[in-house]
């Protein structure tokens, strides 16, 4: 059973925008914290962008300045506001959560992950 799903990746300029989304389904209790990783080919996965429980936010070096988290507690769905597109961004982006599903067996949280989706900036 997939808990993550995301989608918004495709084909773009450089300079354009991106927004992906990702929204987690079934019986959650609790959402630790929502995430946002890449692998770009040749590199290792890293992480773009997270947002925390109590909403503090951190993002990755190359992105500061120009992608931006965002969630909707709610809807238990984040975002990732991607402007100013570089061909280095380039990537597979795979949306990550620390939460609690209920049936898990654990109340401190789980990693879940999305399938990917791919991001290409074109020059």
């Known amino acids: 059973q997939r808990h993550l799903v995301e989608s918004g990746g495709g084909l773009v300029q450089a300079g354009g925008s991106l927004r992906l989304s990702c929204t987690a389904s079934g019986s959650i209790l609790r959402i630790n914290a929502m995430n946002w990783y890449r692998q770009a080919p040749g590199k290792q996965r890293e992480l773009v962008a997270t947002i925390s429980s109590g909403g503090t936010v951190n993002y990755g070096d190359s992105v500061k300045g120009r992608f931006t988290i965002s969630r909707d507690n709610a809807k238990n769905t984040w975002y990732l506001q991607m402007n100013n597109l570089k061909p280095e961004d380039t990537a597979v982006y795979y949306c990550?959560?620390?939460?609690?599903?209920?049936?898990?067996?654990?109340?401190?949280?789980?990693?879940?992950w999305g399938q990917g989706t791919h991001v290409t900036v074109s020059s």
């Open positions: 990550n959560a620390d939460m609690v599903v209920l049936g898990s067996g654990s109340y401190r949280g789980t990693d879940y």
